[in-house]
């Protein structure tokens, strides 16, 4: 069978699978490679829609042309910009939005998600989402930009009213070597 308590990018996927329905509009702020966007433009079907952020055109361009061998194309919005201007672009309300944070796996690594941006982001799409709708973070402290963009995360986390959003943290606490923690926020 799945198992989904392997990792946080992993945890998350099988959240989303079971939350993101047909007609939903979605948003992945971190494209990179875009399996996630890929993922969420499967799930929302043909009359959903898909927001995708990412400052690489590189990644953008990598994630077309994977929309584009599955026919996924027509309901994805891939937007080179970054992701704390992305209230500028959604006008709906959103079901369901991933912040899978850091640097793209094999790319430069001098370009990462950092603090003030992400916190940006997290602000906006949380003032984005409908009622149940649902934000997942994946965040990196294993290295220096990420252990500080974490910090910044959970306190931010931390303040916001207990009425308006649920927030739970897993924490990979068996894991050696800094696991990703992930955190999972509900608009109540
Ligand atoms: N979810 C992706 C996947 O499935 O392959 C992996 C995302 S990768 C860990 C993080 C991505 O965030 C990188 O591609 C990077 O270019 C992008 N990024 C960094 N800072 C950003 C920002 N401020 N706004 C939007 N994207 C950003």
């Known amino acids: 069978g799945y198992k989904y308590l392997i990792n946080a990018v992993v945890t998350y996927r099988y959240m989303v699978e079971q939350i993101l329905k047909e007609g939903d509009t979605a948003v992945d702020c971190t494209v990179g490679n875009g399996n996630d966007t890929v993922l969420l433009a499967e799930k929302v079907g043909p009359k959903g829609k898909v927001y995708g952020f990412d400052i690489q055109k590189k990644a953008l361009d990598i994630t077309y042309n994977k929309l584009k061998e599955r026919k996924l194309e027509d309901r994805v919005i891939l937007i080179n910009d970054d992701h704390k201007n992305l209230g500028k672009y ?12 850091g640097y793209l796996p094999k790319g430069d690594r001098s ?9 940006q982001g997290i602000l906006q799409l949380l003032n984005l989402l409908q009622n149940n709708g649902m934000a997942f973070i994946a965040s990196y ?9 974490n910090k910044g995360i959970e306190d931010f986390l931390k303040k916001l009213n207990q009425k308006k959003f649920g927030v739970v943290k897993f924490d990979f606490i068996n894991q050696i070597n800094n696991p990703p923690i992930l955190y999972e926020i509900e608009k109540l």
């Not at 959604?90 to 944070?101: E, Y």
């Not at 370009?111 to 916190?119: A, F, G, N, P």
């Not at 402290?141 to 963009?149: A, D, K, V």
């Open 141 to 149: 402290t294993g290295h220096r930009e990420g252990y500080i963009e």
């Open 90 to 101: 959604i006008n709906n309300m959103v079901k369901l939005g991933i912040f899978n944070l």
């Open 111 to 119: 370009i990462v998600t950092r603090k003030e941006t992400t916190l």
